[in-house]
């Protein structure tokens, strides 16, 4: 009987203790809990030194968008006072004199590949230097298109006269290449000079009469 006296008592000394430390570690609030604890953490995009801040790839492949501000273009609608374009036209086939048949196609001419418009309708192309740009467009059959180019202080830096237009017109683009190779980075502007046609009225009738187009400010380049 004793015994199970004492086994009681111990019982409850043990009870009393725990139910003490249970106390402590509710009424005590300095009192940290022993497990861990985790803060959420959103994962964070890392910025690759090489990729200039924030761009899409870059790094050390070199091929990222930058990042560390935007890339501004060149709009081209207007070109640069600086430039006084003095393009003349070519001789070769011109038949001012007589009517002629014309295409189903409106003359103009670029340069290209073309990347765009600007504003007013002149073509923009932006290529990589050292790119192959082409001089084409749509003119009277069997005349040539004469291209001048310059750069924004106005320096005349290339020229390139093209084949004969086709029976449809066209000036093919394939043998009129030139490469950018000796052209800096930098914005240009291109002037032509060609023979186009436009309608006029012979005893009511409507006809087409060649015409030279003198100076046609055509397209806008960024080379970078």
Not at 196 to 202: D, G, Q, V
């Amino acid at each position: 009987m004793r015994s199970n006296t004492s086994l009681s008592l111990l019982a409850l000394v043990v009870a009393a203790a725990a139910a003490a430390a249970c106390g402590d570690s509710v009424t005590h609030s300095n009192v940290q809990p022993s497990r861990p604890h985790y803060l959420a953490i959103e994962p964070i995009d890392p910025v690759d030194p090489g990729d200039g801040g924030g761009g899409t790839g870059g790094g050390d492949t070199g091929g990222g968008t930058g990042g560390g501000g935007a890339t501004t273009t060149t709009d081209f609608s207007t070109y640069p006072g600086t430039i006084t374009p003095n393009v003349p036209v070519d001789n070769y086939g011109a038949n001012t004199f007589y009517y002629v048949s014309g295409c189903a196609q409106f003359p103009y001419v670029w340069v290209a590949p073309t990347s765009g418009n600007a504003s007013n309708g002149v073509t923009i192309t932006r290529v990589a230097q050292g790119s192959t740009i082409y001089f084409t467009g749509i003119v009277d059959r069997d005349t040539k298109v004469n291209f001048h180019v310059y750069n924004a202080a106005g320096q005349l830096v290339m020229t390139h006269l093209t084949q004969p237009a086709h029976d449809n017109c066209v000036v093919y683009h394939e043998p009129e290449a030139r490469s950018t190779w000796g052209l800096p980075r930098g914005d240009y502007y291109v002037f032509a000079s060609y023979w186009s046609y436009h309608t006029e009225y012979a005893y009511n009738v409507a006809v087409l009469r060649e015409h030279a187009e003198l100076n046609r400010y055509v397209s806008g380049i960024t080379i970078y």
